[in-house]
């Protein structure tokens, strides 16, 4: 079955390529620049599940992972041509069954999932992080393999060239990029082949990356990010990412990352809608600030959260979870947190809405435990997607022993995808052991973690 979607990914692909010289306007070419993207890595998650249980040599855990990352993909090709209107033009390449194919090997290996049981040990630090990673990210003086600086003390004055020298590079072990204090104005790519790079910066409010792309201003939302991150096993320690385009131009992300077993430790992402986009595979955040309005933490893949001032009339929403598939063993989980109000928010704060969630996709899955929720959390706690019914029978929205003086489940809304969730059983599936499989790599990057409740 996975080699069938191999074959048809590759069709489209290069239909996608052909198809490109019929390209007329902008909004076609970048629309179709990210599918050819999208489709591209793709195959690689494919190919990896494949080769990994050709050889029995990955969990089911880790196929599941990567054929929810392939699907989410092609819907993330089908959503930007949307937002851009340029739907009509990329339909003809996105068929072949791609999507049906790999839902297929996602409710057959799903099955395999459930009877698998993982250990639900608490450690300090995941096991996925090595204790080299480990000292990486505690120590403060750290020897870089390059260093970047604005005032021209560094080898670079940007960070891109830093990443592409580091692509370039024969080894494929931990490559340390060490980015000075200053502001960067510029977007900058981890390509899928380029492995293990670790970004380090002098601490939020320091080390700052900063762009403005944005949906009005003719991106999709996929590749406004300022940041966007694919290759495997990314760290970023003490980089504040921003998105400067403000609320007035939709959705424009600070960061986009589909790195799988990637880390980001005491870094913050500033942005207004759409903020961070964890776009899907295993991804770990901790002592992070992250600042946004609507969908600002969103996708199919934590820390404390800054709830800002939106535009009069709008609400804010937290989160918004991508999950389409109700085998994707994907959703977010915020664990330990803080929300509260941004100081542009705080001196109107009852003249705006929050909510923790609302369902981007059918089978969206986001969870709330251990947290302080501060008074600005509306009572009924989750939105409806645009004032309708939709998915609230599918999605899985729990809370589960939260506090703080909105953190009350009273008159939370009484949807039958709504859970209070009451059982540490249940709770456990939510921990970085069983929603992430922590203590099988975050122990190897040395940020200090609970895999257990």
């Excluded at 990352?257 to 942005?271: N, P, W």
């Excluded at 820390?303 to 991508?322: F, H, S, W």
Aim: charged letters at 20%; one cysteine or more.
């Amino acid at each position: 079955m996975v080699e069938f979607a191999i074959d048809r990914a590759l069709n489209s692909h290069r239909d996608a390529k052909e198809y490109g010289q019929n390209c007329v306007t902008n909004y076609q070419k970048v629309a179709l620049a990210d599918c050819l993207k999208l489709y591209d890595n793709t195959i690689l998650q494919l190919n990896r599940t494949l080769h990994g249980l050709n050889n029995q040599s990955i969990s089911i855990f880790d196929a599941q992972t990567w054929l929810s990352t392939a699907l989410t993909n092609i819907e993330t090709c089908r959503t930007g041509s949307l937002e851009l209107n340029v739907s009509d033009f990329i339909t003809p390449i996105m068929g072949n069954n791609v999507s049906e194919l790999i839902c297929n090997c996602l409710a057959i290996n799903g099955g395999l999932l459930k009877i698998q049981e993982v250990k639900n040990e608490a450690k300090e630090f995941p096991s996925w992080v090595s204790k080299h990673e480990r000292r990486l990210l505690q120590i403060s003086s750290i020897k870089a393999n390059l260093v970047v600086a604005k005032d021209g003390s560094g080898r670079f004055k940007t960070v891109q060239a830093a990443i592409d020298l580091a692509a370039r590079r024969r080894g494929t072990g931990r490559f340390v990029i060490y980015v000075k204090k200053g502001i960067y104005r510029e977007n900058i790519e981890v390509d899928k082949n380029n492995n293990n790079i670790m970004l380090v910066g002098d601490g939020l409010g320091y080390t700052i990356i900063t762009s403005s792309r944005s949906v009005q201003g003719g991106s999709t939302t996929y590749n406004s990010a300022t940041a966007g991150i694919d290759g495997l096993y990314f760290i970023a320690r003490g980089i504040t990412f921003r998105n400067t385009a403000g609320p007035l131009k939709g959705q424009a992300v600070a960061l986009r990352s589909a790195s799988d077993l990637s880390v980001f430790y005491r870094c913050a992402f500033q942005g207004y809608q759409d903020t961070l986009i964890v776009h899907s595979q295993r991804q770990f955040y901790r002592e992070c600030n992250i600042y946004g309005t609507i969908d600002f933490i969103f996708g199919n893949a934590a820390c404390a959260i800054y709830v800002r001032r939106p535009l009069k009339g709008q609400a804010n929403v937290v989160t918004a979870q991508a999950r389409n598939d109700p085998f994707q063993n994907t959703g977010i989980s915020n664990h330990n947190s803080q929300i509260r109000a941004a100081n542009d928010l705080k001196p109107v704060v009852r003249a705006f809405k929050t909510y923790l969630g609302r369902p981007w996709m059918q089978y969206s899955r986001t969870v709330v435990m251990k947290t302080y929720l501060d008074s600005l959390v509306s009572a009924l706690g989750w939105d409806q997607w645009l004032k309708t019914d939709f998915a609230v029978k599918t999605v899985y929205y729990g809370e589960s022993k939260n506090f703080g003086p909105g953190s009350s489940t009273r008159l939370r809304v009484r949807w039958p995808g709504f859970h209070i969730i009451t059982s540490p059983n249940v709770a456990s599936h939510f921990t970085v052991n069983s929603l992430l499989a922590g203590p099988t790599w975050l122990s190897t990057t040395g940020v200090p973690f609970a895999s257990g409740l």
